[in-house]
């Protein structure tokens, strides 16, 4: 694959890189917002070689491209980068909804690596300490756990700089905003009890750690007073007043209001989650594992991520163990097809798209590759990801750290053969359905 020269074929067919407002990639997704969506020629660029499909969704032109996402992010900001005037373009609002899970997708992707390689790392641990190579006691332990916990722990501060650079203001006072909330005189307040004040009213204490909604709101409040003050604050005074003021107005504002909120967002999330699945973890873990997979195709599962480090947080997140069938369904049909094909390029695809996908859990090569192409085996999905779901909703099955569902990831699910029950019955599921009631007739072309 020629990179220069999909990257200019893509920014042409985009409508030229005076119609790209902004460019960011996942782990196989190309993510642009547009000026004017309507300057773009979609069927041509699902046409271009190494594109498995494109996606309009969360107020983003999404281009689905697998591993080939780097080295293609790198050619294409070569192209839109390089200097040129062009005239103004009024850019139309996205809506409300769009808005959010755009906000949510640009925080969390730069963290993606970072998350998935600590949750791996989490699992390997587990895997090291439960065949008795490794003692909870040693130093070694203890410095790899420092090296998988660190991320999580210190989230607010990391999430504090991608929202603030996504909101276009100060990434440092945003990070610095979530600093606060575990800088350690503050985190030791807790130690004589859950009440202090501030200028005599009475602060809520609480551990912020590895937590996501407060500094979500948090960061959001200080992007809109950050706006307000550049207006009002002479310039010249920006550099020191705009972060003075700030942290002044936000973080107190913060431990008084916004956190103490956002614990209490989440915490009700959770416990709505823990009682539909108490209720009946049969048909909760069902829709989950049988509608994962829609969110994944339209981009919309990054508005899950905050629930589910949030659940993390508070000792575990029961979503995971129920979505995590979906990834494995999907795992299953490219199995089927592998075996099933008699097409030599069908027969790669099918097996270049699995093997990413039972080791490091990244399967929109599946689905943008395969199932869009092969419409027929979405049914499979659902049908082996509503089973497999549905079971390990029984079982009660639960992630105790972040990592896309995987075989090496299996170690960060518990209890685990449980859960190896509840994924492998979608695996095979799936591959059976897909070997013996076939994926398509013919092979679609063109």
Same mark, same amino acid.
């Given at each position: 694959?020629?990179?220069?020269?999909?990257? !200019?074929?893509?920014?042409? =067919?985009?409508?030229?890189?005076?119609?790209?407002?902004? &460019?960011?990639?996942?782990?196989?997704?190309?993510?642009?917002?547009?000026?004017?969506?309507?300057?773009?020629?979609?069927?041509?660029?699902?046409? $271009?070689?190494?594109v498995l499909g494109v996606v309009e969704s969360g107020g983003q032109f999404q281009i689905i491209v697998g591993k080939h996402v780097e080295d293609a992010y790198k050619e294409i900001e070569k192209v839109i980068s390089s200097t040129e005037t062009?005239?103004?373009?009024?850019?139309?609002?996205?809506? $409300?909804?769009?808005?959010?899970?755009?906000?949510?997708?640009?925080?969390?992707?730069?963290?993606?690596?970072?998350?998935?390689?600590?949750?791996? $790392?989490?699992?390997? /641990?587990?895997? /090291?300490?439960?065949?008795?190579?490794?003692?909870?006691?040693?130093?070694?332990? +203890?410095? =790899?756990?420092?090296?998988?916990?660190?991320?999580?722990?210190?989230?607010?501060?990391?999430?504090?700089?991608?929202?603030?650079?996504?909101?276009?203001?100060?990434?440092?006072?945003?990070?610095?905003?979530?600093?606060?909330?575990?800088?350690?005189?503050?985190?030791?307040?807790?130690?004589?009890?859950?009440?202090?004040? +501030?200028?005599?009213?009475?602060? $809520?204490?609480?551990?912020?750690?590895?937590?996501?909604?407060?500094?979500?709101?948090?960061?959001?409040?200080?992007?809109?007073?950050?706006?307000?003050?550049? !207006?009002?604050?002479? !310039?010249?005074?920006?550099?020191? *007043?705009?972060?003075? =003021?700030?942290?002044?107005?936000?973080?107190? /504002?913060?431990?008084?209001?916004?956190?103490?909120?956002?614990?209490?967002?989440?915490?009700?999330?959770?416990?709505?989650?823990?009682?539909?699945?108490?209720?009946?973890?049969? &048909?909760?873990?069902?829709? *989950?594992?049988?509608?994962?997979?829609?969110?994944? =195709?339209?981009?919309?599962?990054?508005?899950?991520?905050?629930?589910?480090?949030?659940?993390?947080?508070?000792?575990?997140?029961?979503?995971?163990?129920?979505?995590?069938?979906?990834?494995?369904?999907?795992?299953?049909?490219?199995?089927?097809?592998?075996?099933?094909? !008699?097409?030599k390029n069908l027969k790669t695809l099918g097996g270049s798209t699995l093997l990413p996908g039972l080791l490091s859990g990244v399967t929109e090569p599946i689905i943008y590759g395969l199932l869009v192409r092969f419409k027929r085996t979405i049914i499979y999905v659902i049908i082996a990801g509503?089973?497999?779901?549905?079971?390990?909703?029984?079982?009660?099955?639960?992630?105790?750290?972040?990592?896309?569902?995987?075989?090496?990831?299996?170690?960060?699910?518990?209890?685990?053969?449980?859960?190896?029950?509840?994924?492998?019955?979608?695996?095979?599921?799936?591959? &059976? /359905?897909?070997?013996?009631?076939?994926?398509?007739?013919?092979?679609?072309?063109?």
């Amino acid at each position: 694959m020629n990179y220069r020269s999909f990257a !200019k074929d893509v920014v042409k =067919l985009l409508g030229g890189k005076q119609n790209i407002s902004s &460019l960011v990639h996942c782990a196989t997704r190309l993510r642009f917002n547009l000026h004017d969506s309507g300057k773009t020629d979609k069927p041509a660029i699902e046409k $271009l070689e190494g594109v498995l499909g494109v996606v309009e969704s969360g107020g983003q032109f999404q281009i689905i491209v697998g591993k080939h996402v780097e080295d293609a992010y790198k050619e294409i900001e070569k192209v839109i980068s390089s200097t040129e005037t062009a005239e103004p373009v009024d850019e139309p609002k996205a809506s $409300l909804g769009n808005r959010i899970f755009e906000v949510i997708s640009r925080s969390f992707s730069p963290l993606l690596g970072a998350l998935a390689g600590a949750g791996m $790392l989490k699992a390997l /641990l587990t895997v /090291l300490t439960m065949v008795g190579w490794l003692s909870t006691e040693s130093g070694t332990y +203890f410095i =790899l756990s420092a090296a998988a916990n660190s991320v999580f722990y210190f989230l607010p501060i990391f999430l504090g700089i991608t929202l603030a650079t996504k909101l276009g203001a100060n990434p440092y006072v945003g990070g610095t905003i979530g600093a606060a909330l575990l800088e350690p005189n503050f985190a030791g307040l807790l130690e004589n009890g859950d009440r202090s004040d +501030f200028l005599g009213i009475p602060v $809520l204490l609480m551990d912020y750690s590895s937590t996501v909604f407060p500094v979500f709101i948090a960061v959001c409040i200080y992007a809109a007073l950050n706006n307000l003050l550049k !207006k009002i604050i002479h !310039k010249d005074l920006h550099l020191f *007043m705009l972060p003075l =003021l700030s942290l002044i107005i936000i973080v107190p /504002l913060t431990v008084l209001i916004f956190g103490p909120f956002g614990i209490y967002v989440g915490d009700a999330i959770g416990s709505g989650i823990g009682f539909l699945s108490s209720k009946s973890g049969i &048909l909760t873990g069902a829709v *989950m594992g049988a509608g994962w997979t829609f969110l994944t =195709l339209f981009g919309l599962h990054w508005g899950v991520v905050p629930i589910i480090i949030s659940n993390l947080g508070s000792g575990g997140d029961p979503l995971s163990g129920m979505l995590a069938a979906a990834p494995f369904a999907q795992m299953g049909v490219a199995l089927g097809i592998f075996l099933k094909a !008699k097409d030599k390029n069908l027969k790669t695809l099918g097996g270049s798209t699995l093997l990413p996908g039972l080791l490091s859990g990244v399967t929109e090569p599946i689905i943008y590759g395969l199932l869009v192409r092969f419409k027929r085996t979405i049914i499979y999905v659902i049908i082996a990801g509503a089973v497999g779901g549905a079971i390990n909703g029984l079982f009660g099955a639960k992630a105790t750290a972040f990592a896309f569902p995987s075989v090496l990831a299996i170690p960060a699910f518990t209890p685990m053969g449980l859960y190896v029950i509840g994924v492998g019955v979608a695996f095979v599921g799936a591959t &059976l /359905l897909t070997v013996f009631l076939g994926y398509e007739d013919k092979i679609k072309k063109g």
